[in-house]
């Protein structure tokens, strides 16, 4: 595609029950990142992909949150037993190579999640 | 830890008036990129500044990085209210990782 994909737009999730955030990128590119962006706030880094490797799992911020790559293109956010906290935008984001190689990364619309 | 603190949090300008905004890390960086989002969307690539001391030009926005490649500005020029938003920079570090910045949120009054 054109651009960065995210499905759903909006996800509006029971407390307790799981979900599954998915992330087409740009075809070809190499790295992707998932960010956590709350009202009026920044985008907190999750984790990164180089291709299907998760380099780097840190920003997750408990062990309800999942992610996976498997095929090096499309990427699933799994969040487990949701709780009123992990309402935000999930963005996710790909490049195509990474970062530290300069090249721009490409920002999908968002996922808002709201748990209730 | 891997962070980049970015101030101020917001700036209300008069339309025409100056605006700046910061960004720090405590570790070296190996580029800085700068992005803006607009209310309801998502983060839009600005530039990408790579080398010590560097300094980029788009119209109304230079940027600069630092000597010390840990510190980095946007300075918009006269500003107008097509440049509302939030304005974030997002460090690159040696492991691959980016982290943006909590951003600066521009409001402009005409």
């Known amino acids: 595609g054109a651009g960065v994909s995210q499905s759903p737009r909006y996800k509006v999730a029971k407390r307790g029950q799981d979900v599954a955030l998915r992330c087409d990128p740009i075809?070809?590119?190499?790295?992707l990142f998932w960010y956590q962006q709350a009202l009026g706030q920044g985008p907190e880094f999750l984790t990164y992909?180089?291709?299907?490797?998760?380099?780097?799992k840190s920003g997750l911020p408990s062990d309800r949150f999942f992610a996976e790559r498997p095929e090096g293109s499309v990427s699933t956010l799994k969040i487990q037993r949701t709780q009123q906290e992990d309402s935000a935008v999930y963005l996710c984001?790909?490049?195509?190579?990474?970062?530290?190689?300069?090249?721009?990364?490409?920002f999908g619309q968002g996922t808002r999640l709201t748990v209730v | 830890g891997q962070q980049v603190m970015q101030i101020p949090q917001y700036q209300h300008v008069q339309e025409g008036e100056d605006f700046t905004t910061y960004c720090n890390s405590s570790?070296?960086?190996?580029?800085i990129q700068w992005y803006k989002q607009r209310p309801g969307g998502h983060p839009v690539f600005l530039i990408q500044?790579?080398?010590?001391?560097e300094v980029k030009k788009q119209k109304r926005l230079t940027f600069q990085f630092g000597e010390a490649k840990k510190n980095s500005s946007l300075h918009i020029t006269a500003t107008q209210t097509t440049d509302v938003g939030t304005y974030f920079c997002?460090?690159?570090?040696?492991?691959?990782?980016?982290?943006f910045g909590a951003g600066t949120r521009l409001t402009v009054k005409p």
């Open positions: 992909f180089q291709n299907e490797a998760q380099l780097d």
């Open positions: 997002a460090g690159g570090f040696n492991n691959n990782d980016m982290r």
């Open positions: 075809s070809g590119h190499v790295s």
């Open positions: 984001a790909s490049s195509e190579t990474g970062p530290s190689l300069n090249t721009e990364a490409f």
């Open positions: 500044l790579v080398k010590s001391g």
């Open positions: 570790t070296t960086l190996s580029n």
